[in-house]
């Protein structure tokens, strides 16, 4: 009996061992298949500005079961650079990719390319494909109507008329979709006002020469159509170098709001860059499930910010998303 009793219970060992190894794989097949991952293509992927929108991708992750890498990049991205970061993290292993496009015809064709064979989904900007049975989602701010609060916002502090006054525009961007509708917006907006564009340069950091009487004829009004453009003037304001010269803009970092705050800007549009994040990645996580096929998902909103409402509630969340 007492023989029996211990072929029993190694019997009963070896079960539980095979049952236990079984499980582990089940498991592991269940994780394998259910997490994805998700490879995020953005220039200047540390600076600050990105905070609100990698707060939006680490909440996204755990209501859709998907992992994120943001790849390490440099200030600005070319189209080619771009492509062969996406190349390289498909072949590690990403099935899905966010990126803000390049601009430019190169970005185009590798979207196209890309597209056919691995998810993709563009976020901040957006570039059109010309092949009817490749769809890029986009997810996005409302660009032209930004620049347009821009213009209703320096009309609101000169009484609707600009007879008199000079403008120059600035656009760290150059040739990107988002910044010539923001622009598009802007001038829309401001051209029964009387004012004169004295100036409008795109790829403003790209620039051999910093902001400068030098550089670029004085103007009253300095609009910036993005966060870096309006960091670096927000600075040189800051050193009193701006001879005058009073600073509208859209931004979404901390140093933007500091600008602001500190009274070196007067108005500043802050797109919701949180939801860019969130909204990106369910997109793009509901392509991987095939249920959603690559349209467009609604614009993101915006708000705009004033140094007197600095710190109203709705403000004060926008900041927290800021400081994650």
């Not at 200047?44 to 755990?62: C, I, P």
């Not at 996005?140 to 213009?151: D, N, Q, S």
């Not at 966060?227 to 003037?233: I, K, M, Q, R, Y």
């Not at 994040?277 to 997109?283: D, M, P």
Request: with cysteine.
């Amino acid at each position: 009996m007492k023989k029996d009793k211990k072929v029993f219970i190694l019997i009963e060992v070896v079960l539980a061992m095979l049952v236990l190894i079984v499980l582990l794989f089940m498991f592991q097949e269940r994780a394998d298949q259910g997490v994805k991952k998700i490879a995020v293509v953005v220039p200047n992927s540390d600076h600050s500005r990105w905070a609100s929108f990698k707060y939006g991708l680490q909440m996204a992750e755990t209501d859709f079961d998907v992992e994120t890498v943001v790849v390490s990049t440099g200030e600005t991205l070319t189209a080619e650079e771009e492509a062969e970061l996406m190349e390289s993290e498909i072949d590690n292993g990403a099935d899905g990719i966010l990126v803000q496009p390049a601009a430019g015809d190169d970005m185009r064709e590798t979207l196209e390319r890309i597209g056919k064979k691995t998810p993709v989904v563009q976020v901040e900007s957006t570039v059109y494909t010309d092949e009817e049975n490749v769809k890029i989602a986009s997810v996005e701010p409302e660009h032209y109507a930004m620049g347009k609060t821009l213009a209703e916002e320096i009309l609101l502090d000169y009484n609707g008329s600009l007879g008199g006054k000079t403008i120059g525009i600035l656009s760290g961007d150059k040739g990107s979709a988002a910044s010539e509708e923001r622009k598009a917006g802007l001038t829309a907006g401001l051209k029964d006002a009387g004012g004169e564009i004295l100036w409008s340069v795109d790829g403003y950091l790209d620039a051999e020469e910093i902001l400068s009487p030098a550089a670029y004829p004085r103007v009253d009004i300095i609009v910036a159509l993005d966060d870096s453009s309006f960091v670096a003037v927000g600075e040189i304001n800051a050193k009193g170098s701006l001879n005058g010269a009073v600073l509208y803009g859209i931004g979404s970092s901390t140093e933007a709001f500091y600008y602001l705050d500190n009274g070196f800007a007067e108005c500043l549009v802050v797109p919701d860059e949180f939801h860019v994040g969130y909204q990106g990645l369910a997109v793009l996580a509901d392509d991987l499930r095939d249920s959603h096929k690559a349209e467009d998902y609604p614009e993101v909103a915006y708000t705009t910010v004033r140094r007197e409402t600095l710190f109203t509630e709705e403000n004060q969340n926008i900041l927290f998303t800021m400081i994650q």
